[in-house]
């Protein structure tokens, strides 16, 4: 436990923004109130006693009035511009009317007074000898954006308190989270998604007898992904006109999150579902849902991806990502998924091709090694693909992926790919040049070439390769898939002129 916090609310703050526990209908629930986990609860660990930090008498009068001259206004969650990794959840605005300046200095020194003592997170405390009517009031940090449970447990008999949760805001206001108020002992608590600053415990005994006593404590819980909170269909996060490539988790077995796509232009709707391998989850750790209009319908995670027909000019798309709590997919905190939502995308000319100048083996000299080479090449091959959606609107900040082994083992046949990437422009276009650089050569052949009016036989080394294309926010789209899985490639190693007759 930490005391004499050196903080300064600002001198608008209470006046101006304050809707108290004792005014719960002028309040806008930020954080849901419900019943505490028990597992959650039991996370806790004592930190023993805290000493009561009692708020000075005058200050509930004081934020009852300045709740009744300054009710907040809140405006609707708007809309997030781009989707990046670090990209976060706008925070709801919130519209004051301003009280005046000795009202607000009055009501600030009060609460400086009464929230000075600082207490750590993921600690239940102890409050005893609480009395009717006191008003408890504590702060506490978060570091970076969390899922919180604030709890008020504990209350032995006769006790009734409501517990209520404010942030600072920085800028000189505080935002209502939130108040849970149940009747005579019952548990209070409130849960929900919030981003990093300072929060404030209020608490109210609403009735108390000799020797009350509760506990309460806030349990933070950092793995969420960026686009928290959307865990209901009111609070889902509306993405932007793009493919959006969106890595998520799950917190708990019970966090479920809700995305938005508008189609601005009608286009036609990507969907797909991919498990992020490397956090050690599966497909099937992942249930993908859309909303069909009426219900919510399952996206089977054998569907490497599907697309939804234009739902007309600015219709919404709405999809769900939520855990499998099958017993033979046991769900882990740090399970990722790859959702990819947005445009449909439509590849555009994909192409990968050697130097113009090559002198290619021709199919009837391929009856060496593993048979026709597509693309051939010496030192350099060049890569190109669009995307666009079903408009013809460009695609920008996609990611093309040209997957090349141009050497494949010659004994063991298998195959190891390299990836090569780009991102495309503002018209919708990418691509790259990949240096295969020189070899020996695993093969040898010997062709007739006529050109000029001559007559060449030429001997060639080369190896084996293949290589496909993909996108990396889409699955199942480029060259190469289930039907065939790539394009061979022949890496020119050296070709010796053995004769040349005039033809």
Same mark, same amino acid.
């Given at each position: 436990?930490?005391?004499?916090?050196?903080?300064?609310?600002?001198?608008?703050?209470?006046?101006?923004?304050?809707?108290?526990?004792?005014?719960?209908?002028?309040?806008? *629930?930020?954080?849901?109130?419900?019943?505490?986990?028990?597992?959650?609860?039991?996370?806790?660990?004592?930190?023993?006693?805290?000493?009561?930090?009692?708020?000075?008498?005058?200050?509930?009068?004081?934020?009852?009035? /300045?709740?009744?001259?300054?009710?907040?206004?809140?405006?609707?969650?708007?809309?997030?511009?781009?989707?990046?990794?670090?990209?976060?959840?706008?925070? *709801?605005?919130?519209?004051?009317?301003?009280?005046?300046?000795?009202?607000?200095?009055?009501?600030?020194?009060?609460?400086?007074?009464?929230?000075?003592?600082?207490?750590?997170?993921?600690?239940?405390?102890?409050?005893?000898?609480?009395?009717?009517?006191?008003?408890?009031?504590?702060?506490?940090?978060?570091?970076?954006?969390?899922?919180?449970?604030?709890?008020?447990?504990?209350?032995?008999?006769?006790?009734?308190?409501?517990?209520?949760?404010?942030?600072?805001?920085?800028?000189?206001?505080?935002?209502?989270?939130?108040?849970?108020?149940?009747?005579?002992?019952?548990?209070?608590?409130?849960?929900?998604?919030?981003?990093?600053?300072?929060?404030?415990?209020?608490?109210?005994?609403?009735?108390?007898?000799?020797?009350?006593?509760?506990?309460?404590?806030?349990?933070?819980?950092?793995?969420?992904?960026?686009?928290?909170?959307?865990?209901?269909?009111?609070?889902?996060?509306?993405?932007?006109?793009?493919?959006?490539?969106?890595?998520?988790?799950?917190?708990?077995?019970?966090?479920?999150?809700?995305?938005?796509?508008? /189609?601005?232009?009608?286009?036609?709707?990507?969907?797909?579902?991919?498990?992020?391998?490397?956090?050690?989850?599966?497909?099937?750790?992942?249930?993908?849902?859309?909303?069909?209009?009426?219900?919510?319908?399952?996206?089977?995670?054998?569907?490497?991806?599907?697309?939804?027909?234009?739902?007309?000019?600015?219709?919404?798309?709405?999809?769900?990502?939520?855990?499998?709590?099958?017993?033979?997919?046991?769900?882990?905190?740090?399970?990722?998924?790859?959702?990819?939502?947005?445009?449909?995308?439509?590849?555009?000319?994909?192409?990968?091709?050697?130097?113009?100048?090559?002198?290619?083996?021709?199919?009837?000299?391929?009856?060496?090694?593993?048979?026709?080479?597509?693309?051939?090449?010496?030192?350099?091959?060049?890569?190109?693909?669009?995307?666009?959606?079903?408009?013809?609107?460009?695609?920008?900040?996609?990611?093309?992926?040209?997957?090349?082994?141009?050497?494949?083992? *010659?004994?063991?046949?298998?195959?190891?790919?390299?990836?090569?990437?780009?991102?495309?422009?503002?018209?919708?276009?990418?691509?790259?040049?990949?240096?295969?650089?020189?070899?020996?050569?695993?093969?040898?052949?010997?062709?007739?070439?006529?050109?000029?009016?001559?007559?060449?036989?030429?001997?060639?080394?080369?190896?084996?390769?293949?290589?496909?294309?993909?996108?990396?926010?889409?699955?199942?789209?480029?060259?190469?898939?289930?039907?065939?899985?790539?394009?061979?490639?022949?890496?020119?190693?050296?070709?010796?002129?053995?004769?040349?007759?005039?033809?």
């Amino acid at each position: 436990m930490k005391s004499n916090k050196a903080f300064m609310l600002g001198a608008a703050m209470a006046a101006t923004c304050f809707v108290s526990a004792f005014a719960l209908a002028e309040q806008y *629930p930020h954080l849901a109130a419900q019943a505490p986990q028990a597992n959650i609860k039991h996370a806790l660990k004592s930190a023993g006693n805290v000493p009561a930090t009692q708020a000075p008498a005058a200050l509930k009068q004081q934020l009852q009035t /300045a709740a009744q001259l300054n009710k907040p206004v809140f405006a609707a969650k708007a809309k997030a511009d781009s989707v990046v990794e670090d990209s976060r959840v706008p925070a *709801p605005a919130t519209h004051v009317r301003k009280a005046d300046a000795k009202q607000a200095s009055a009501v600030q020194a009060a609460l400086v007074q009464g929230c000075e003592t600082t207490l750590d997170v993921n600690l239940l405390y102890t409050l005893n000898g609480v009395q009717t009517g006191n008003l408890l009031c504590y702060h506490f940090n978060l570091p970076q954006k969390a899922r919180i449970n604030v709890l008020l447990v504990g209350q032995t008999a006769g006790t009734d308190m409501s517990l209520s949760l404010f942030q600072d805001n920085g800028q000189g206001g505080a935002i209502p989270l939130g108040t849970s108020n149940n009747p005579g002992t019952a548990d209070e608590s409130l849960s929900g998604v919030v981003p990093a600053g300072d929060y404030y415990w209020f608490m109210e005994a609403n009735a108390a007898v000799p020797g009350s006593s509760f506990q309460f404590g806030v349990a933070v819980d950092t793995n969420i992904d960026a686009y928290e909170p959307n865990d209901t269909p009111d609070t889902a996060f509306q993405l932007p006109d793009t493919l959006n490539y969106i890595k998520g988790n799950a917190d708990s077995l019970n966090d479920v999150d809700y995305f938005d796509f508008t /189609a601005v232009r009608g286009q036609s709707v990507g969907i797909a579902l991919t498990a992020d391998a490397a956090s050690g989850s599966t497909r099937n750790k992942w249930i993908l849902e859309r909303f069909d209009g009426n219900q919510w319908v399952t996206i089977g995670a054998n569907v490497t991806s599907t697309s939804i027909p234009s739902p007309g000019v600015g219709g919404v798309v709405k999809v769900r990502v939520r855990p499998n709590q099958h017993p033979n997919e046991p769900w882990s905190a740090t399970g990722k998924y790859n959702l990819s939502l947005g445009s449909n995308p439509r590849v555009n000319s994909p192409d990968v091709k050697g130097e113009g100048n090559v002198l290619r083996i021709p199919y009837s000299a391929s009856n060496v090694g593993y048979g026709y080479m597509t693309t051939q090449a010496y030192r350099d091959l060049t890569w190109t693909m669009g995307l666009s959606d079903s408009t013809g609107a460009p695609l920008v900040g996609l990611h093309p992926i040209v997957y090349l082994d141009q050497h494949i083992n *010659p004994d063991t046949g298998a195959i190891v790919y390299k990836a090569y990437s780009g991102t495309t422009d503002s018209s919708g276009q990418a691509g790259g040049t990949i240096n295969v650089g020189t070899c020996s050569g695993d093969f040898q052949t010997t062709f007739v070439d006529y050109a000029q009016g001559y007559k060449n036989t030429w001997r060639t080394d080369f190896n084996y390769g293949v290589w496909r294309m993909a996108v990396l926010e889409y699955p199942g789209i480029g060259v190469g898939g289930d039907n065939t899985e790539f394009v061979s490639f022949g890496h020119l190693c050296k070709q010796t002129l053995l004769s040349s007759t005039k033809n």
